[in-house]
């Protein structure tokens, strides 16, 4: 218990951190969704996840600090290119290794992790930067607690995000098409299906949903090349192995399970490791039960 606080005032706190962990939840939830399809399509771990985020949230940098863009405005904008990013990625490169070994999968998304970061680096430059202005800026009290409007307003953009991201998948004959593929590409090709073009798509639709949370997240979390996107693809990492590794609704679970700790933890224990209880339940979840404790069956 930290020693300014008596038992009453740390007590309030919980109902703060428990509602604040709701909403980051939702983020870490659509953050984990993308990386969930493209492990469960593909049967690939990318590794650069985290660097797909980190440039959608520079482009809306830009968008926003040098041309005056609304942040908001700007999620169109990094779905196209995020799924863009996606879908040649797949082509160019993930399509060559998918009979590859999986260690010469690893390295080849692993060069992509470097190849990003570093461009970034180069081009960006290693300064911590933020986007400077957002039409929800500010902070709004409700019940007595008090919220982060831009992270109120990601946080129902990504429950919105969310909501078209399961119907997609569940009521169109495309969305059909890539969970027939996630469950078994053999019988999805005997049905008609190609599993080449679901591969692509679902990295394409991978990528696009992070490109939506890096838009939102950019709104009030600083971004630097190094340090951003390896926090993220951690964060995504542990939601998805606590939901399930490639089950997209054990992943959502997951990332409001990661924010509970994160943000619970915070106040009941020590706000400077914030992000090691998360860790720790990652490696805990990894050793004890590696196919995740929310996982519900299947990969949806």
């Keep these: 218990m930290p020693l300014q606080f008596g038992w009453i005032e740390y007590l309030n706190l919980v109902p703060q951190a428990f ?3 709701l909403l980051m939840g939702l983020v870490y939830a659509l953050v984990a969704v993308g990386l969930a399809l493209i492990w469960g399509v593909a049967d690939i771990v990318n590794f650069a996840y985290g660097e797909y985020m980190l440039m959608a949230m520079y482009v809306t940098l830009i968008g926003s600090n040098n041309y005056g863009i609304d942040p908001l405005f700007m999620i169109p904008v990094n779905v196209v290119l995020l799924f863009a990013a996606g879908y040649v990625t797949y082509k160019l490169v993930i399509k060559r290794v998918m009979d590859a070994p999986m260690l010469s999968q690893i390295f080849v998304t692993f060069g992509i992790l470097l190849i990003l970061r570093f461009g970034m680096l180069f081009v960006m430059g290693p300064n911590t930067r933020s986007v400077e202005t957002f039409m929800f ?8 607690l ?7 307003v990601t946080g129902v953009v990504s429950l919105v995000t969310l909501a078209v991201f399961f119907l997609f998948l569940n009521r169109t004959k495309t969305g059909k098409g890539i969970r027939a593929t996630a469950q078994d590409p053999e019988a999805a090709q005997v049905m008609g299906i190609d599993p080449d073009y679901m591969n692509g798509l679902a990295w394409g639709i991978g990528s696009a949903t992070v490109g939506v949370a890096g838009t939102m997240v950019a709104t009030f979390f600083s971004m630097q090349p190094e340090l951003t996107p390896t926090t993220w693809t951690l964060f995504a990492f542990a939601s998805v192995a606590l939901g399930g590794f490639g089950n997209i609704l054990g992943a959502v679970a997951g990332g409001m399970v990661i924010s509970m700790v994160e943000h619970l933890g915070g106040v009941l224990l020590n706000p400077s490791y914030k992000e090691l209880y998360i860790f720790l339940v990652f490696i805990l979840v990894l050793i004890y039960k590696p196919e995740g404790i929310l996982n519900w069956g299947e990969g949806e």
Excluded at 137 to 144: E, K, N, R
Excluded at 147 to 152: D, Q, T, V
Aim: no cysteine; hydrophobic share 50%.
């Design 137 to 144: 800026d500010g902070a709004v009290v409700i019940a007595g």
């Design 146 to 152: 008090n919220f982060s409007l831009p992270k109120i």
């Design 19 to 21: 509602f604040s962990g």
